[in-house]
Protein backbone atom coordinates (compact mmCIF):
# COMPACT_ATOMS: atom_id res chain seq x y z
CA UNK A 1 0.00 0.00 0.00
CA UNK A 2 2.68 2.53 0.98
CA UNK A 3 4.61 1.21 -2.02
CA UNK A 4 2.01 1.93 -4.20
CA UNK A 5 1.16 5.43 -3.04
CA UNK A 6 4.67 6.66 -3.62
CA UNK A 7 4.70 5.41 -7.14
CA UNK A 8 1.91 7.06 -7.52
CA UNK A 9 2.85 10.35 -6.49
CA UNK A 10 6.25 9.77 -7.86
CA UNK A 11 4.53 9.27 -11.08
CA UNK A 12 2.23 12.96 -10.20
CA UNK A 13 5.22 14.55 -10.33
CA UNK A 14 6.69 13.15 -13.27
CA UNK A 15 3.59 14.24 -15.06
CA UNK A 16 3.30 17.60 -13.30
CA UNK A 17 7.25 19.01 -14.41
CA UNK A 18 6.75 17.42 -18.24
CA UNK A 19 3.66 19.07 -19.12
CA UNK A 20 5.25 22.50 -18.34
CA UNK A 21 8.49 21.21 -19.83
CA UNK A 22 7.24 19.61 -22.91
CA UNK A 23 8.89 22.03 -25.90
CA UNK A 24 5.99 22.30 -28.46
CA UNK A 25 4.90 24.83 -31.09
CA UNK A 26 7.02 26.05 -33.38
CA UNK A 27 10.05 24.43 -31.85
CA UNK A 28 8.96 21.25 -31.46
CA UNK A 29 11.95 18.59 -31.99
CA UNK A 30 14.61 21.27 -32.49
CA UNK A 31 16.31 20.29 -29.43
CA UNK A 32 16.09 23.62 -27.40
CA UNK A 33 16.97 23.77 -24.09
CA UNK A 34 15.32 25.87 -21.43
CA UNK A 35 17.82 28.72 -21.26
CA UNK A 36 17.37 29.04 -25.16
CA UNK A 37 14.37 30.94 -24.81
CA UNK A 38 14.58 31.77 -20.80
CA UNK A 39 17.82 32.31 -20.76
CA UNK A 40 18.01 30.15 -17.39
CA UNK A 41 17.57 26.23 -17.10
CA UNK A 42 15.24 27.04 -14.32
CA UNK A 43 12.83 29.18 -15.52
CA UNK A 44 9.81 30.56 -13.46
CA UNK A 45 7.88 33.03 -15.60
CA UNK A 46 6.99 33.29 -19.30
CA UNK A 47 10.32 34.65 -21.73
CA UNK A 48 9.43 37.98 -22.86
CA UNK A 49 9.87 39.50 -26.29
CA UNK A 50 13.15 40.60 -25.82
CA UNK A 51 14.27 36.54 -25.02
CA UNK A 52 12.60 36.06 -28.53
CA UNK A 53 14.11 38.52 -30.05
CA UNK A 54 17.37 37.23 -29.54
CA UNK A 55 16.83 34.72 -32.88
CA UNK A 56 14.20 36.14 -34.23
CA UNK A 57 15.37 39.32 -35.76
CA UNK A 58 12.27 43.00 -34.76
CA UNK A 59 8.96 43.14 -34.67
CA UNK A 60 9.57 45.79 -37.68
CA UNK A 61 10.75 42.09 -40.09
CA UNK A 62 8.12 40.33 -38.62
CA UNK A 63 5.16 42.59 -39.65
CA UNK A 64 7.46 42.90 -42.91
CA UNK A 65 7.06 39.14 -43.01
CA UNK A 66 3.30 38.79 -42.45
CA UNK A 67 1.96 41.87 -44.23
CA UNK A 68 -1.83 41.27 -45.93
CA UNK A 69 -1.22 41.01 -49.98
CA UNK A 70 -4.69 41.95 -50.51
CA UNK A 71 -6.35 45.11 -48.91
CA UNK A 72 -9.37 45.81 -49.51
CA UNK A 73 -10.27 49.53 -49.24
CA UNK A 74 -13.99 49.26 -48.13
CA UNK A 75 -12.98 46.58 -45.46
CA UNK A 76 -10.64 48.17 -43.17
CA UNK A 77 -9.70 44.18 -41.30
CA UNK A 78 -8.28 43.34 -44.67
CA UNK A 79 -5.29 45.41 -43.50
CA UNK A 80 -4.73 43.41 -40.29
CA UNK A 81 -1.60 42.25 -39.62
CA UNK A 82 -0.31 39.90 -36.22
CA UNK A 83 2.60 41.77 -36.20
CA UNK A 84 1.44 45.10 -36.56
CA UNK A 85 -2.20 46.47 -34.98
CA UNK A 86 -3.74 48.91 -32.92
CA UNK A 87 -2.67 46.16 -29.89
CA UNK A 88 1.47 47.14 -29.93
CA UNK A 89 4.44 45.25 -29.89
CA UNK A 90 3.03 42.95 -27.33
CA UNK A 91 4.35 39.83 -25.49
CA UNK A 92 4.90 37.34 -28.42
CA UNK A 93 3.46 34.19 -25.94
CA UNK A 94 0.02 36.04 -26.46
CA UNK A 95 0.20 34.17 -29.45
CA UNK A 96 3.08 31.89 -29.88
CA UNK A 97 2.77 28.99 -26.60
CA UNK A 98 5.53 26.51 -26.23
CA UNK A 99 3.47 24.58 -23.65
CA UNK A 100 0.12 24.90 -24.27
CA UNK A 101 -1.19 25.27 -27.59
CA UNK A 102 -1.12 28.41 -29.50
CA UNK A 103 -3.64 31.07 -29.64
CA UNK A 104 -4.41 34.22 -31.43
CA UNK A 105 -5.50 36.92 -28.91
CA UNK A 106 -6.75 38.73 -31.58
CA UNK A 107 -9.96 36.39 -32.04
CA UNK A 108 -11.20 37.29 -28.51
CA UNK A 109 -12.72 40.34 -30.92
CA UNK A 110 -12.12 39.43 -34.56
CA UNK A 111 -12.28 36.69 -36.76
CA UNK A 112 -8.90 36.54 -38.81
CA UNK A 113 -7.94 33.49 -41.01
CA UNK A 114 -4.32 33.34 -39.59
CA UNK A 115 -2.85 31.27 -37.19
CA UNK A 116 -0.09 31.17 -35.16
CA UNK A 117 2.50 28.43 -34.80
C1 LIG B 1 11.05 27.79 -27.69
C2 LIG B 1 11.10 28.60 -26.49
C3 LIG B 1 10.95 27.92 -25.15
C4 LIG B 1 11.72 26.89 -24.65
C5 LIG B 1 12.87 26.17 -25.32
C6 LIG B 1 11.22 26.63 -23.31
N1 LIG B 1 10.17 27.47 -23.03
FE1 LIG B 1 9.18 27.62 -21.26
N2 LIG B 1 7.96 29.06 -22.03
C7 LIG B 1 7.99 29.47 -23.34
C8 LIG B 1 6.81 30.27 -23.61
C9 LIG B 1 6.45 30.91 -24.94
C10 LIG B 1 6.06 30.34 -22.42
C11 LIG B 1 4.69 31.00 -22.23
C12 LIG B 1 3.56 30.00 -21.91
C13 LIG B 1 3.35 28.84 -22.87
O1 LIG B 1 4.11 28.62 -23.81
O2 LIG B 1 2.42 28.04 -22.72
C14 LIG B 1 6.84 29.59 -21.42
C15 LIG B 1 6.51 29.48 -20.09
C16 LIG B 1 7.24 28.74 -19.18
C17 LIG B 1 7.00 28.74 -17.75
C18 LIG B 1 6.03 29.62 -17.00
C19 LIG B 1 4.71 29.03 -16.97
C20 LIG B 1 3.75 29.93 -16.23
O3 LIG B 1 2.79 29.37 -15.74
O4 LIG B 1 3.95 31.15 -16.20
C21 LIG B 1 7.86 27.81 -17.20
C22 LIG B 1 8.00 27.43 -15.73
C23 LIG B 1 8.62 27.23 -18.28
N3 LIG B 1 8.24 27.84 -19.47
C24 LIG B 1 9.56 26.23 -18.14
C25 LIG B 1 10.37 25.74 -19.16
C26 LIG B 1 11.33 24.67 -19.01
C27 LIG B 1 11.60 23.91 -17.71
C28 LIG B 1 11.97 24.51 -20.22
C29 LIG B 1 13.04 23.52 -20.61
C30 LIG B 1 12.67 22.12 -20.50
C31 LIG B 1 11.36 25.48 -21.14
N4 LIG B 1 10.40 26.20 -20.46
C32 LIG B 1 11.73 25.66 -22.46
C33 LIG B 1 8.98 29.22 -24.25
C34 LIG B 1 9.96 28.27 -24.13
C1 LIG C 1 17.73 30.14 -29.90
C2 LIG C 1 17.05 30.76 -31.02
C3 LIG C 1 15.54 30.92 -30.93
C4 LIG C 1 14.80 31.48 -29.91
C5 LIG C 1 15.29 32.07 -28.59
C6 LIG C 1 13.43 31.46 -30.36
N1 LIG C 1 13.33 30.91 -31.60
FE1 LIG C 1 11.66 30.72 -32.74
N2 LIG C 1 12.69 29.67 -34.13
C7 LIG C 1 14.06 29.47 -34.12
C8 LIG C 1 14.43 28.66 -35.27
C9 LIG C 1 15.84 28.21 -35.63
C10 LIG C 1 13.22 28.38 -35.96
C11 LIG C 1 13.04 27.54 -37.24
C12 LIG C 1 13.53 28.28 -38.43
C13 LIG C 1 12.63 29.41 -38.73
O1 LIG C 1 11.48 29.15 -39.10
O2 LIG C 1 13.05 30.57 -38.59
C14 LIG C 1 12.16 29.05 -35.24
C15 LIG C 1 10.83 29.07 -35.63
C16 LIG C 1 9.84 29.86 -35.03
C17 LIG C 1 8.50 30.03 -35.54
C18 LIG C 1 7.92 29.40 -36.80
C19 LIG C 1 8.35 30.23 -37.97
C20 LIG C 1 7.73 29.80 -39.29
O3 LIG C 1 8.35 30.10 -40.33
O4 LIG C 1 6.66 29.22 -39.30
C21 LIG C 1 7.85 30.87 -34.67
C22 LIG C 1 6.41 31.33 -34.76
C23 LIG C 1 8.79 31.20 -33.61
N3 LIG C 1 9.99 30.57 -33.87
C24 LIG C 1 8.49 32.03 -32.54
C25 LIG C 1 9.33 32.21 -31.44
C26 LIG C 1 8.93 32.83 -30.18
C27 LIG C 1 7.58 33.41 -29.90
C28 LIG C 1 10.03 32.79 -29.35
C29 LIG C 1 10.13 33.25 -27.91
C30 LIG C 1 9.28 32.48 -26.98
C31 LIG C 1 11.10 32.16 -30.09
N4 LIG C 1 10.63 31.81 -31.34
C32 LIG C 1 12.37 31.96 -29.61
C33 LIG C 1 14.93 29.95 -33.20
C34 LIG C 1 14.59 30.56 -32.00
C1 LIG D 1 -1.22 38.67 -32.13
C2 LIG D 1 -0.61 37.35 -32.16
C3 LIG D 1 0.86 37.28 -32.44
C4 LIG D 1 1.88 37.86 -31.72
C5 LIG D 1 1.78 38.70 -30.46
C6 LIG D 1 3.10 37.47 -32.38
N1 LIG D 1 2.82 36.69 -33.46
FE1 LIG D 1 4.14 35.81 -34.71
N2 LIG D 1 2.64 35.15 -35.90
C7 LIG D 1 1.30 35.27 -35.61
C8 LIG D 1 0.51 34.69 -36.69
C9 LIG D 1 -1.00 34.62 -36.76
C10 LIG D 1 1.45 34.22 -37.64
C11 LIG D 1 1.14 33.51 -38.97
C12 LIG D 1 0.85 34.57 -40.01
C13 LIG D 1 0.43 33.97 -41.32
O1 LIG D 1 0.20 32.77 -41.41
O2 LIG D 1 0.34 34.75 -42.30
C14 LIG D 1 2.78 34.52 -37.11
C15 LIG D 1 3.96 34.21 -37.75
C16 LIG D 1 5.21 34.33 -37.15
C17 LIG D 1 6.46 33.88 -37.74
C18 LIG D 1 6.63 33.32 -39.14
C19 LIG D 1 6.84 34.52 -40.05
C20 LIG D 1 7.02 34.16 -41.51
O3 LIG D 1 8.12 34.35 -42.02
O4 LIG D 1 6.05 33.68 -42.13
C21 LIG D 1 7.45 34.11 -36.83
C22 LIG D 1 8.93 33.81 -36.96
C23 LIG D 1 6.81 34.73 -35.68
N3 LIG D 1 5.46 34.86 -35.92
C24 LIG D 1 7.47 35.12 -34.53
C25 LIG D 1 6.95 35.98 -33.58
C26 LIG D 1 7.73 36.62 -32.54
C27 LIG D 1 9.21 36.41 -32.31
C28 LIG D 1 6.87 37.43 -31.85
C29 LIG D 1 7.20 38.42 -30.75
C30 LIG D 1 8.20 39.43 -31.13
C31 LIG D 1 5.54 37.25 -32.43
N4 LIG D 1 5.63 36.39 -33.49
C32 LIG D 1 4.36 37.84 -31.96
C33 LIG D 1 0.75 35.84 -34.48
C34 LIG D 1 1.46 36.56 -33.53
C1 LIG E 1 -10.53 43.64 -27.10
C2 LIG E 1 -10.98 43.59 -28.48
C3 LIG E 1 -9.96 43.63 -29.58
C4 LIG E 1 -8.82 42.87 -29.74
C5 LIG E 1 -8.27 41.84 -28.77
C6 LIG E 1 -8.27 43.24 -31.01
N1 LIG E 1 -9.03 44.18 -31.60
FE1 LIG E 1 -8.73 44.99 -33.46
N2 LIG E 1 -10.29 46.24 -33.20
C7 LIG E 1 -11.13 46.25 -32.09
C8 LIG E 1 -12.10 47.34 -32.26
C9 LIG E 1 -13.19 47.68 -31.26
C10 LIG E 1 -11.83 47.95 -33.49
C11 LIG E 1 -12.54 49.12 -34.13
C12 LIG E 1 -13.66 48.57 -34.95
C13 LIG E 1 -14.21 49.56 -35.91
O1 LIG E 1 -13.61 50.60 -36.14
O2 LIG E 1 -15.25 49.24 -36.47
C14 LIG E 1 -10.70 47.22 -34.08
C15 LIG E 1 -10.19 47.50 -35.32
C16 LIG E 1 -9.20 46.74 -35.93
C17 LIG E 1 -8.77 46.91 -37.32
C18 LIG E 1 -9.32 47.90 -38.32
C19 LIG E 1 -8.37 49.03 -38.52
C20 LIG E 1 -8.20 49.87 -37.29
O3 LIG E 1 -7.07 49.89 -36.74
O4 LIG E 1 -9.18 50.49 -36.84
C21 LIG E 1 -7.76 46.02 -37.53
C22 LIG E 1 -6.96 45.81 -38.81
C23 LIG E 1 -7.58 45.28 -36.28
N3 LIG E 1 -8.46 45.74 -35.34
C24 LIG E 1 -6.63 44.30 -36.09
C25 LIG E 1 -6.43 43.64 -34.89
C26 LIG E 1 -5.38 42.66 -34.67
C27 LIG E 1 -4.36 42.23 -35.71
C28 LIG E 1 -5.52 42.21 -33.40
C29 LIG E 1 -4.62 41.21 -32.65
C30 LIG E 1 -3.20 41.53 -32.66
C31 LIG E 1 -6.65 42.90 -32.81
N4 LIG E 1 -7.16 43.76 -33.73
C32 LIG E 1 -7.10 42.68 -31.52
C33 LIG E 1 -11.06 45.39 -31.03
C34 LIG E 1 -10.07 44.47 -30.78
Known amino acids: MKKSLLL ?3 LLLLSASASAEEIGGAHAGMDFSCADCHQTDTPEKSPTTKN ?3 CHDSYEALA ?3 AP ?4 PEDKESAA ?3 DSHMGPIDCFNCHKTHSPSELVCAECHSFEFEPK
Open 69 to 72: EHID
Open 8 to 10: LSA
Open 52 to 54: CLE
Open 64 to 66: KAT
Open 81 to 83: NPH
